[in-house]
């Protein structure tokens, strides 16, 4: 159950020294074919590290023969020696694996890279060179598991993912455990698929699946520099899936590992899902949950099991969505404690001993809806982040 479920790719992870406790911190994901295409989406913050503006490049050349990842150092705002380290980073590793095998011609701009760590301080490159050199060596198809653990930063236990078309399948894996908010990604992932597609389905498949998934996550409102979704394809099995069968596969692997993220959140002690009904549109829905899930009151009222609606309607109300505030309907855990933007139900028959939390906020505007997931805060967050990464 990971990137190398599908047919056609070779994973391996290793321990370079970028890590203080010596855990495995390099990852290489190698598709040997026969196609090679590609694609990715990454994040919207201004300030983007040095691999996300060269796999940015990569993903635009439409071919990606493999991906380099690093965990214990994110090489962002590094300035242009640090973009030289990434291209460094993607001509050792071509070459590399061109030196592996005579059935591999790799060049530099096939290679994507992702980092992730502390920002602001450059990447130790013989440390890093001699991790990816190792990695080449111990590619194989059961490496998904160690690449998928070599990326983890903060992250409390790896995560992976498979969907299964009709002889055709989506493996994928993914950190992240903090800087989780919407506006692409929020972490490192890597796709993997054996179907036939062509880099315009590709795209498609992957954006509409992001959409509705990763972007729909928000742990703490912080949004990284270092955000990569890749979706490699190796046509190893034959098969062409229609765009909506192959959209319907990478969605269901991105909400999967997107509820992972969300599920190890720094800190966290609830897991919560914010349904916003009655929308006058998409948009609109998505506002609200997403102002619902960053309130910190809201937040630290869930992580005391109160179930404290004011709250709640007190973060609907500074949004701009379209709703008349003795109109809204508030439940938490299936009890409608607010009805007309007043008290309803008592509240003290929510229960909030478990981790899963349900808010479901019916604003009685229109018939557009749409999820939100996202985590409480305890004290235990302040302290995950005493080191903060990407």
Not at 4 to 31: E, I, M
Not at 53 to 60: D, E, I, K
Not at 256 to 270: N, R, S, Y
Not at 320 to 343: I, K, S
């Amino acid at each position: 159950m990971s990137v190398t479920t599908p047919r056609g790719f070779r994973a391996a992870g290793v321990a370079a020294g970028l890590k203080a406790s010596g855990a495995a911190d390099v990852a290489l994901v190698v598709n040997d074919g026969p196609d090679a295409g590609i694609a990715g989406v990454f994040t919207a913050n201004r300030v983007k590290a040095a691999p996300v503006l060269w796999t940015q490049q990569v993903v635009r050349g439409g071919v990606v023969r493999a991906v380099v990842l690093n965990s214990g150092g994110a090489n962002a705002c590094t300035g242009p020696a640090g973009f030289q380290d990434t291209h460094a980073t993607a001509e050792h590793t071509a070459a590399a694996l061109t030196g592996s095998s005579p059935r591999l011609m790799v060049g530099a701009g096939e290679v994507a890279v992702c980092s992730t760590g502390l920002i602001g301080e450059r990447l130790p490159m013989p440390a890093l060179l001699s991790g990816v050199g190792s990695a080449v060596r111990r590619l194989s198809r059961d490496g998904g598991q160690p690449a998928a653990e070599a990326i983890m930063t903060t992250d409390t236990r790896s995560k992976t993912t498979v969907a299964r078309g009709s002889g055709w399948t989506v493996g994928g894996m993914a950190k992240g455990a903090g800087m989780l908010a919407p506006a692409m990604a929020t972490m490192l992932c890597v796709l993997t698929t054996d179907a036939v597609a062509g880099p315009e389905t590709l795209d498609a498949a992957l954006r509409a699946a992001t959409r509705v998934t990763f972007d729909r996550i928000d742990s703490d409102g912080c949004m990284s520099t270092n955000d990569t979704v890749l979706l490699l394809a190796s046509g190893a099995s034959g098969i062409e899936p229609t765009e909506a069968e192959l959209t319907a596969a990478v969605t269901a692997a991105c909400h999967d590992l997107a509820q992972q993220l969300i599920a190890d959140a720094e800190g966290a002690t609830k897991q919560i899902a914010i349904e916003v009904v009655g929308a006058a549109n998409e948009d609109d829905a998505v506002e609200v949950g997403r102002s619902v899930a960053r309130n910190n009151l809201v937040k630290t009222a869930l992580f005391g099991n109160d179930p404290n609606w004011g709250r709640i309607l007190a973060a609907v109300g500074t949004t701009a969505a379209a709703f008349e505030p003795d109109g809204v309907d508030v439940a938490v855990n299936g009890v409608w404690v607010c009805r007309g933007g007043a008290a309803a139900e008592d509240r003290s028959k929510v229960d909030l001993a478990g981790r899963d939390v349900t808010i479901r906020i019916d604003l009685h505007a229109g018939d557009a809806a749409a999820a939100i997931w996202t985590n409480d805060l305890s004290h235990a967050y302040v302290h995950e982040n005493s080191a903060y990464s990407t």
